[in-house]
């Protein structure tokens, strides 16, 4: 088997394809339908977009293009979306209104993407994509509207409704930290684990004590911003450039295949199709010792985390 073409099992007996695209980010209404519609041509089988990326629609075009030519059939593709904060109270009409984008029946996965709750701050409730905004208090513009008597528990359990209406076949939850999943395991009406745990993952933050908890639950890790996130300083260390040039591969590379090798979903992105195709074909099973190597990265040069929004007063990453 090759090394972009393996799945894992989650918990809830659905296999998941290992190497995902990412599409965060990707500005360009029309390069994200051709990144999504290429990338499947390429032979990705999994795509990974939220309704706060406000690309559900071309994501959706793009597969529909790839469906519509025969590359592929919908049920060999994984699909994944996630719920915004400012939808934690309607998350039925939030996914509707994401598969309605994205032309789907149903998605692969849904996930909480944050664990906290946001104000809603919809200025016309019939425009689907009114909600997704990143509503900041009146008084303080810089900080964060949180909605306090909402939690990602409450949020968690409709989710558990949305996967028996059969509107995602799986569920999951996106940047929850060790204690935030034990208090979601701990409420009484907990019945479904989360499949998955989609969190940063990459050289300079292996999070290996949060991989070895998800992994004794069950929970299968994916790793987000696997390279950096944009304009990283992994993919200028100078340590993986030289594996990199050594293996006549990018450094993108020598992080994606690390990643795949430490056992978990990985979900770079990019926007443009010759990456997209050697983030796929130009993957090596790393030697041990280079493997070591970048496992050892955040000793030489320390551990950083790129995406960390301020959600004040509620500490995410505790
Ligand atoms: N759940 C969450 O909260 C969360 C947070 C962040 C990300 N994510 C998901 O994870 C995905 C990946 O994370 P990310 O977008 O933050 O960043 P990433 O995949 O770590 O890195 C993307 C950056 O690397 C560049 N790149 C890609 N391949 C390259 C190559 N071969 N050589 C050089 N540069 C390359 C891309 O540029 P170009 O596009 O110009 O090629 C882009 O600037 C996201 O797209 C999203 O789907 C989820």
């Known amino acids: 088997m090759a090394v972009n073409d393996k799945y894992i099992t989650l918990n809830d007996g659905r296999k998941i394809p290992q190497l995902a695209l990412g599409t965060w980010n990707n500005v360009d209404s029309e390069n994200t339908v051709n990144s999504v519609y290429e990338a499947i041509k390429i032979g990705y089988r999994h795509i990974d977009t939220a ?12 597969i529909k293009k790839a469906i519509d030519e025969g590359i592929v059939k919908r049920e060999d593709l ?4 996630k719920l915004w904060g400012t939808q934690q109270r309607m998350s039925q009409q939030a996914i509707k209104q994401s598969l309605a984008r994205l032309g789907l029946d149903y998605v692969d996965l849904y996930l909480i993407h944050w664990p906290v ?9 019939s425009d689907p994509k009114n909600y997704l905004t990143i509503p ?3 008084d303080e513009p810089d900080v964060r509207d949180i909605d306090i008597n909402w939690t990602f528990v409450d949020t ?6 949305l996967q028996r209406e059969g509107l995602t076949k799986s569920i999951g939850v996106s940047n929850f930290s060790i204690n935030n999943l034990k208090n979601l395991f701990k409420h009484p009406l907990f019945k479904v684990k989360p499949a998955v745990n989609q969190v940063e993952v990459h050289p300079l933050f292996p999070q290996d004590e949060l991989i070895e908890f998800c992994k004794s639950e069950g929970i299968v890790i994916e790793a987000y911003s ?3 996130a944009s304009d990283s300083p992994i993919l200028k260390n100078e340590t993986l450039i030289e594996i ?14 690390w990643a795949l090798q430490r056992g978990y979903v990985v979900l770079p992105k990019s926007s443009k199709v010759d990456r997209i195709r050697r ?3 130009n993957l090596v099973e790393l030697s041990d010792e280079d493997f070591k190597v970048v496992s050892d990265l955040k000793e030489k040069y320390g551990e950083k985390r790129f995406v960390e929004p301020d959600f004040t007063p509620f500490k995410v990453f505790e």
């Open 117 to 125: 709750a946001l104000k809603s701050r919809t200025i016309d409730p």
């Open 244 to 257: 990199a040039k050594k293996l006549n591969i990018d450094v993108a590379q020598v992080c994606i295949s």
């Open 226 to 228: 696997p390279l950096g």
């Open 78 to 81: 994984f699909v994944t979306t």
């Open 136 to 138: 900041m208090k009146p």
């Open 51 to 62: 309704a706060i990326y406000k690309n559900e629609e071309e994501v959706g075009r793009g």
């Open 279 to 281: 983030n796929f074909e």
């Open 156 to 161: 968690y359990l409709t989710l558990q409704h």
